[in-house]
DNA sequence: CCGCGTCAAGTTCAT
DNA sequence: ATGAACTTGACGCGG
């Protein structure tokens, strides 16, 4: 049993596409329904074909259910039409003993100044536990959120999200971990918020290196400080890595996975319980790169 | 059928 | 001002 397990995110560029969608003006709820249970199908290639090449580790596309937050498609009851095929999924992650998560994108703003922004947030966190929940996973299955904006005070701004936080289901509060950025909330800012929340952290290497903090320890022992906030119902420790884009703008993640630089990653990592998840252009691909390798 | 402009949504930073 | 970065390229109009 490994230690430390690799996954992608979202997408197999092996596969067929999983992430069908449409317009907001072609919304119809028979529509999105389809849409729907052609992603959940694609979904559950995904995950054979990761069982067959043993990658445990998944991020789900928040795009299974198209628009699935906003206020035209919110009252469609998909978790009942679908049924049969989220019920396939679940099966498919029970069964295998896969790590599932999500991770809501760049709209979900938690402490937005912005009433409507926290709103809409709301729901589209709302949606992923939803999700989540309808696929039979607990709360091992974590929803990876940023804190968010700045709005030039940051201390205002922490407090904001604990106020909103404090507005969510007990199931998104049970699967939130929150992630350190590259630009705003460094590390450092995310363990403050998590110690008084109650919400394990995701170390994501790469933000880490635009964006440092707690510089007097060492990437292994934040790694660890990081690691104390994962109890045992949350799952092992999940830990966000990736290689810049060289001559692309600071943040844009690599083509593919940087060999020499993973492996003295990896030797820093040596003995840690770690979920690790890979964010690469080539996806899956990448995982077999560096299994193969690690393995070698 | 194919090319390509556009798509629900926020915030920050570099040019 | 504009574009690009972030979890992910696909939809769908016009020729």
């Known amino acids: ?6 996954g992608y995110a979202c997408v197999n560029t092996e596969l ?9 003006a072609s919304a119809t709820p028979e529509r999105v329904i389809e849409l729907g249970r052609e992603n ?4 559950a290639d995904i995950l054979r074909w990761n069982e067959r090449h043993g990658i445990a580790v998944f991020r789900i596309s928040s795009g299974i259910i198209p628009l699935a937050s906003h206020s035209v498609v919110r009252g469609i009851p998909w978790a009942e039409r679908l049924a049969d095929d989220l019920g396939a999924v679940g099966d498919l992650i029970a069964a295998s ?6 991770h809501p994108g760049q709209y979900t703003v938690l402490n937005s100044p912005r009433p409507e922004v926290v709103s809409a947030s709301l729901f589209e ?5 939803h999700l989540l929940d309808a696929l039979g996973t607990g709360p091992e299955a974590k929803i990876v959120l940023h804190l968010g904006g700045v709005y030039g005070d940051q201390a205002a701004s922490m407090e904001r999200f604990a106020s909103n936080f404090a507005r969510l289901s007990t199931s998104v509060r049970s699967r939130l971990v929150l992630e350190n950025d590259e630009k705003s909330y460094t590390a450092s800012s995310i363990l403050d918020l998590s110690a008084r929340l109650g919400v394990p952290v995701v170390f994501d290497v790469f933000h880490h290196q635009y964006n440092p903090s707690l510089k007097n320890l060492s990437t292994r022992q934040i790694i ?4 104390v906030t994962w109890q045992p119902v949350d799952g092992p ?13 600071a943040g844009s993640h690599a083509q593919t996975v940087d060999l020499q630089a993973f492996a003295r990653f990896y030797d820093l990592i040596a003995g840690l319980n770690l979920d690790v998840m890979l964010e690469v252009k080539d996806k899956q691909a990448s995982v077999m790169k560096v299994m193969a390798y690690l393995g070698a």
Do not use: F, N
């Open 16 to 24: 067929p596409t999983s992430s069908r969608t449409c317009r907001l």
């Open 97 to 102: 003993g896969a790590r599932v998560s999500m």
């Open 1 to 6: 049993m490994d230690m430390v397990r690799i």
């Open 40 to 43: 959940l199908r694609a979904l």
């Open 125 to 129: 966190l709302e949606y992923h536990a």
């Open 237 to 249: 420790q999940k830990l966000h890595y990736s290689d810049p884009w060289p001559g692309k703008p």
């Open 224 to 227: 660890q400080r990081c690691g």
